[in-house]
């Protein structure tokens, strides 16, 4: 079946360490996101790819970074400059055209600083 | 630039009786608008979407959203709620162009009593 998979599920990161969050998807999809959730609030974009080998910045990208060599692959690295990184992160996919017809997300990654 | 505002941040209804999740919105052009769902620890998962076709639109589970463009409203609804129903909702608009962002709710959690 196609979607998206997401790993770790549970993820604990000591203070001053950079963790990297895999994100995997088998849709052909060429557009991926990183989403950062808290605790009753929305989603808020930390990066987003349109195509392989290129990335935006989103709207909180600040201590994170991001890469994406294949086109099925997005992973997002929380570095030690994001000082507040405990949230639920979560990727998402979708198809390139200029019509949106919604996103297919993984099932997330939960990351605790300890 | 869009904007959506969910207006409340939790609902509780009682098994059986109706569900009303409203959701309201500002958007320059005509915009397509989506509701997700999440249960806890989860993913999104796309409910239903509205892209200028009909404005009443169905979606899973039994839910459907009506878009009310002189009401700027997009409100989710079902005629009896479920145990399972209990969830995060989110309500996303996206503007007409591809160079338009795609803005999230803060979400309304949805409660079903017995």
Redesign the interface.
Known sequence: DGG?T?SPKYLFRKEGQNVTLSCEQNLNHDAMYW?RQDP????R?IYYSQIVNDFQKGDIAEGYSVSREKKESFPLTVTSAQKNPTA?Y?C?SSTGD???????????T?LTVV | AQSVTQLD?HVSVSEGTPVLLRCNYSSSYSP?L?W?VQHP??????LL?Y?SAATLVKGINGFEAEFKKSETSFHLTKPSAHMSDAAEY?CVV?GYS?AS??I????TRLSIRP
């Open positions: 998206i997401q989403y009753g609030q929305g989603l974009l639920f979560l998402a200029r019509i949106y017809y919604g996103y297919t997300f993984g099932s997330g939960r | 941040s397509s989506f997700y620890n989860k993913g999104l998962q796309l979407k892209t989110f996206k591809s962002k795609i999230f709710g803060s979400g």
